[in-house]
């Protein structure tokens, strides 16, 4: 199969987007398909430009906002119609938030009448929406910590969720944009740096306890594993740079529990609309109690990013994981399956 692999964009996790891209253009090599790598920033990449950025992986900090702004973002359905592409039967969507994970990008692909992995518009929306999707959540029944939605005042958040208490951004993602404030002055300067966010922000009740994510692919869950960070919170630090966080697949938790949080992450995945693969995080409390914190329509697909890493724990290679996800997309089209 000649499978195009999506990556770059211009949002702030364009350097783990990149990162995903090259790891999933190498893996469906392995797998035996013809893939071509595209940035949709930049265009088609030469085999020396993913060649160096599979040896530069993520780097310590995101993109500043100059180097974002700097970026055309370009045109994704010009594309996939350019000489290069008009042979691709289904493209690989390795993009992380902004446009390429807000539904955006989907719907442009849906209107070019192009295959393509993962979610379409309308799940990818309501998962990057956190305060949408925790509503969904609620509705479904799956545990989900209270929330206020801004603007609000420091006296309007301890009020209804106490301290501490997270603030992030609603559409934030590889934990940027996210902050622990412990106390009511930390609180104070995150409503303050959040105003210039441009993005709705939810204050979030934190719950102090054990994290653990749930992989699904296809309609089937994944092992559970749990995250443990050097850092206070699982942030942008621990996620992306070696040894800062410890990842342990399976979690060393009861098959009850494994169970359940495995049923709550595909009631998750069903609730949000998602299709084809998602990761579902949760935190386990004090009491035992699992909280689902937030759903990836498009989460991180580097050898080392949790999904590839469950998938492992479950006996799928991380070439026949991205080889399962390239072959959803081509049976639906193809009409086999919705």
Not at 95 to 111: K, P, Y
Not at 131 to 141: M, T
Request: some cysteine; overall charge negative.
């Amino acid at each position: 199969m000649r499978i195009g692999v999506l990556m770059g964009g211009v949002s702030d996790e364009r350097a783990v987007s990149l990162s995903s891209g090259v790891e999933v253009a190498r893996a469906l090599r392995e797998a035996g398909h013809e893939v071509v790598a595209v940035d949709t920033v930049r265009g088609l990449l030469t085999t020396e430009e993913e060649r160096a950025l599979l040896e530069g992986g993520v780097g310590v900090d995101p993109p500043s906002a100059q180097e974002l702004e700097s970026l055309d973002p370009g045109s994704v359905v010009a594309l996939t119609r350019s000489p290069e592409l008009s042979d691709v039967e289904v493209y690989f969507v390795a993009l992380h938030g902004g446009s390429g994970e807000d539904g955006t990008i989907q719907a442009l692909l849906d209107a070019s009448g192009v295959a393509y992995t993962g979610s379409d518009r309308l799940g990818c929306s309501l998962a990057m929406d956190k305060e949408v999707s925790k509503r969904l959540l609620r509705e479904a029944g799956i545990p989900t910590p209270d929330w206020v939605k801004g603007p609000a005042s420091a006296d309007d958040v301890v009020r209804a969720v106490g301290l501490p208490v997270i603030v992030k951004a609603a559409a934030g993602g590889s934990s940027l944009r996210l902050i622990l404030a412990h106390d009511r002055q930390e609180l104070d300067d995150a409503i303050a740096e959040s105003l210039g966010w441009r993005d709705v922000v939810l204050f979030e009740r934190y719950v102090p306890g054990r994290e653990l994510t749930v992989g699904v692919v296809g309609t089937v869950p994944l092992p559970v594993g749990e995250i443990i960070p050097a850092n206070e919170i699982f942030d942008y630090e621990c996620k992306y740079q070696p040894g800062m966080a410890e990842e342990i697949f399976p979690a060393d938790i009861p098959e009850e529990l494994e169970q359940r949080l495995r049923r709550l992450a595909v009631r998750a995945h069903d609730a949000l609309r998602l299709r084809d693969y998602s990761r579902i995080d949760f935190i386990l409390d004090e009491g035992g109690v699992p909280w689902c914190l937030e759903a990836n329509a498009a989460p991180g697909m580097t050898r080392n990013s949790l999904l590839p890493k469950a998938g492992r724990a479950g006996g799928i290679s991380f070439a026949a994981l991205c080889d399962q996800i390239a072959g959803l997309a081509r049976t639906r089209v193809r009409g086999h399956s919705t």
